[in-house]
């Protein structure tokens, strides 16, 4: 039985699905009480039941991790219920509408850059205000992406939105060194989730992707949630402001999607 986080109050945004949910029950089985959030809320009922199957005990709220106000009622609810906020995995994000630049709307701009940008920012202020509150340090992973490290052909709000985390995380990791909060991002390569489903309905586009992994296959979320659970525990003591590459080598070869 894994006891890295044995004792810890942990928060997963986007944990109504995908990676999200297999971090959620993964930090259960590392011993963490879970808190998840999302707009979903009978997705977000079926995590908390899977948590609880895998014995742990977790609380859903309902957020927009867009909105200031809700993901500040998100961290307070979450200190009612646990009494403190130990780890944090932002991880909420949508793929936005993949289309060239020159006919991307700026509407769909907006709302990338709102949920997959601006949200972790919010999260990381209200998540860290909270830890530094406690005074005892705290851990925090931010979801990025191969994309945030290389561009990528029709997806353009998207790969700005997670080169923005990269940023963000440098960032925050230097703001809060000396406070023992360790912040760092994870840059999963494409994995098999609602999210490449989506993306997946063109087959041309599947086949691509997949030719770019020179592993074979796509991730599963449990590879990437591993990495999350990690970089959350003690183990990984002396990491901050880094982004950790788990893609099935992607970024080792040339190759990039088209
Ligand atoms: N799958 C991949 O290949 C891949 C690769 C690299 C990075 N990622 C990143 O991994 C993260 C999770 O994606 P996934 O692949 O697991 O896809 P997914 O199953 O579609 O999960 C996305 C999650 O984000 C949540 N979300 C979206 N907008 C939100 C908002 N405004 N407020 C709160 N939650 C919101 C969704 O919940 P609700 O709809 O309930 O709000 C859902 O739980 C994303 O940030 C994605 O960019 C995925």
Partial sequence: MATELEGKVGLVTGGTSGIGRETAVLFAKAGAKVVVAGRRVPEGEETIELVRAAGGEALFVKTDVS??????????????????????????????????????????????IAINLKGVWLCLKYEIRQMLKQGDGGAIVNMASITGLVGAVGAAAYSASKHGVIGLTQTAALENAKSGI?????????????????????????????????????????????????????????????????????????????
């Avoid at 901050?240 to 990039?256: E, H, R, W």
């Fill in 67 to 112: 909105k200031a106000s809700e993901v500040e009622t998100l961290i307070q609810k979450a200190a009612e219920r646990f009494g403190r906020l130990d780890v944090a995995f932002n991880n909420a994000g949508i793929e936005g509408a993949w289309s060239p630049i020159v006919r991307q709307s700026e509407e769909d701009w907006d709302r990338t």
């Fill in 182 to 258: 360790r912040i760092n991002a994870v840059c999963p390569g494409f994995t098999e989730t609602p999210m490449t489903d989506r993306l997946f309905r063109i087959p041309k586009i599947q086949k691509n992707l997949l030719s770019c992994h020179p592993i074979g296959r796509f991730g599963r979320p449990t590879e990437i949630a591993e990495a999350v659970v990690w970089m959350c525990s003690e183990r990984a003591s002396f990491m901050t402001g880094q982004s950790l590459v788990v893609d099935g080598g992607f970024l080792a070869g040339p190759n990039s999607p088209s």
